[in-house]
């Protein structure tokens, strides 16, 4: 049976599948989330993520423009010998972290979180096939389908830390009643990998506010407007090899602690969170 001949619930079967041999990757993570102030203004909050991810190492660049403010960072994970390093960049130019072995081998699982299918297509017979499309070249089965409200933090997590919800993601009363996620998938027609999924997170992210305010807490912002989280992958057990600039190697400051027990994500939020999308660690 060919890939254009199976159900939709078949293919992502077939794609869960698929992902276990594979040992490297590249993701853009896109993230667009339109919200209303108080004052009426239209707020546009945007991330974009790509990430080369190996099993030993990964490669990160982040650009986020938010409340009208465009920040971009570069990491580099890596290991060096017996030791594990972050490389990245600030402000304030570029810096160097050690971390222990297991905490590294953390981090850099939680970046495969970009692959986190089994939570992704939860309801598999939910979805259907709608046609096809053409993504970075790639023809596509184009599938539709939800997440079910109550298995929607994995999602909402992933993309925390662009909306002005991230404060919230820890309280589990604040997911209470969870609307659907609709989420639309593309599947590579010849191989059967997972191309791209759009996540239309609107309904959700204001359920969190309800739950979070109710009707007489003032709010931080009036509404959302839209709200939609977009993976692209590409370079399935392919993906670009890279190795850390020489001008990177030559200008670090280190910033490693003296106290293992001391080791910290670089670039986390205070409320355990990353732009990069490495949530929960």
């Known amino acids: 049976m060919t890939n254009k001949e199976m159900t939709a619930e078949q293919l992502l079967i077939q794609a869960e599948g698929l992902m276990q041999d594979v040992h490297n990757f590249e993701c853009q993570l896109m993230v667009s989330v339109t919200l209303l102030g ?25 650009a986020t423009r938010f409340y009208g403010m465009d920040l971009a960072q570069t990491s580099y994970w890596v290991t060096e010998g017996e030791h594990y390093y972050e490389y ?44 096809t499309d053409t993504v970075n070249g790639r023809s596509c089965i184009a599938l539709r389908g939800i997440i079910p409200g109550e298995f929607s933090k994995p999602v909402l997590s992933l993309v925390a830390s662009m909306t002005l919800l991230s404060i919230l993601t820890d309280d589990e009363s604040f997911y209470e009643d969870m609307p659907d996620i609709p ?19 609107k309904e959700a992210e204001e359920k969190i506010l309800d739950n979070a305010y109710g009707p007489d807490q003032p709010r931080p912002m009036a509404g ?57 660690h």
């Not at 993520?49 to 190492?57: T, Y």
């Not at 059967?192 to 997170?201: D, E, T, W, Y």
């Not at 993976?231 to 400051?253: C, M, S, T």
Request: with cysteine.
């Open 38 to 62: 108080k004052d009426q203004r239209i707020i546009e909050n945007q991330l974009s993520n790509h990430s080369v991810i190996f099993q030993d190492k990964a490669k990160v660049e982040i």
């Open 88 to 131: 990245s960049s600030d402000s304030q130019g570029w810096k160097r972290n050690e971390y222990r072995q297991g905490n590294f081998l953390s981090y850099l699982e939680s970046f495969y979180m970009l692959l986190n299918f089994p939570s992704f297509f939860r309801d598999k017979k939910s979805f259907e096939i709608i046609g």
């Open 183 to 201: 989420i639309h998938a593309y599947l590579d027609e010849e191989t059967g990998h997972v191309v791209k999924l759009v996540f239309s997170l």
């Open 224 to 280: 959302i407007w839209g709200a939609v989280s977009t993976l692209v992958y590409q370079n399935y057990g392919q993906a670009p090899d890279f190795r850390i600039p020489d001008e990177v190697l030559k200008n670090y400051v280190d910033i490693s602690p003296q106290n293992p027990a001391e080791e910290t994500h670089s670039h986390s939020h205070d409320d355990g969170s990353c732009e990069c999308g490495c949530h929960n």
